[in-house]
C-alpha cells in the first residue's frame, strides 16, 4: 500500500533539510550522502522523512541500490539548488587578499573541451586581478588525479566520474546532455527518431570513454544497439568525418559547443532518454580555505556555467 504523506504547515523551515535533500539527490544513496554530510545514515534518514512530511511528497523511490528521484523532486531541485548556492556564496565568501602582488604557477587539469571553453576568459580575470600568476593548464590521468591534488602538483582539477579518495573535495558544476550531431542537409537533421538513431551509422569519439559509454547503456536499457562505423581519438576529426558523410556524432553539452563553433553540424536532443554526464571541479582539503584558489575556483565555476547555459 503506498505511503500516504499528509500535508502540514511548517512556520520554521529548516534550511539543513534542503542541504541533505541536494546531497541524497547528488549522491543518490543515503549512505554517500552521510558520508559526504558527516553524519548517520539514522540522521539523514530521519532528515529525509521530515522533508517528505514537509513537501508531501515521497521524493525518491528505492530502486536497486539507488535512490531515484521522484518527479516532485527534479522539479524543485533546480530552485533548491540555486538557493543553496546563492547563500553558500553570500555566507562563505571569501576574503580576498590584494593578489596583484602575488607571484606563483597555478595548476589545473582539464581536458582539451574545457580547456577551449575556459582558458581564455580565466586568463583574462588573472590578468586584471592577480597579474603575476602563471597558469599552467594540463590534462592528468583520471588515475592520477587524486594523487597530483593530495601531493599539491596540482590546484584544481576539472573531471566526470573522478572516485575520490580522503582528503578530495569537490562542486558538481553541472549536468551535461547528450546530443546527435549531423551535417544541415542530412536525411534526419529534421527529426531524429530513435528507428532512425538505430539506422544511422556512428562516429564515436574515444578521447574519454565514459562519455559514449552514458549513451550505449541508455539504449542497451532499451534493447538497442547503435552501428559504430568509425572511431576517432578526438572530437575534431570526428566532427569533420560527420559533416562530409551520413553518419552520426553524439557528444555531450560542452562538446557540442566547440563542435559546433568549427563546423556547420546541427545539434538534436537524443530521441531517447539518457543520463547526463555530471562534472565537477576538484581540490584537496589543504587548499580548501586558500583565498587564491578559491578564487580561482569561483572563476571556473562560473565561466564553465555560463559557457553551457546557453546550449539547447
Known sequence: MPVKYESRVHSRVDLNLFLVLVTIYRERTITAAAQQLSLTQPAVSHALNRLRDMLDDPLFERCGRKMEPTLRCHQIMPQ????????????????????????????????????????????EKLKRSAPHISLCSKEAPLSALNNQLSGGELDLAVATGLPTTQGIMYERLC?????????????????????????????????????????????????YQRSIRTQCRYFQAAAELALHSDMILTLSQAHVKAVTSMCPL????LPFAAETLPLHIYWHTSRDKDSLVLMVRQWVSDIIRGQLSGLP
Open 175 to 223: 549536468d551535461s546532455s547528450f546530443f546527435a550531431l549531423c551535417r544541415p542537409d542530412h536525411p534526419f537533421a529534421k527529426r531524429m527518431t530513435l528507428s532512425a538513431y538505430i539506422t544511422a551509422e556512428h562516429v564515436l569519439v574515444t578521447e574519454n570513454d565514459n562519455d559514449h559509454s552514458y549513451v550505449d547503456v541508455a539504449l542497451a536499457r532499451a534493447g
Open 266 to 269: 546541427v545539434a538534436l536532443p
Open 80 to 123: 533548491v539548488q540555486q538557493s543553496i548556492d546563492t547563500l553558500s556564496l553570500s555566507v562563505n565568501q571569501p576574503w580576498l587578499p590584494n593578489t596583484s602582488s602575488v607571484s606563483r604557477i597555478f595548476s589545473i587539469s582539464v581536458s582539451p573541451v574545457i580547456e577551449w571553453l575556459l582558458l581564455d576568459k580565466l586568463q
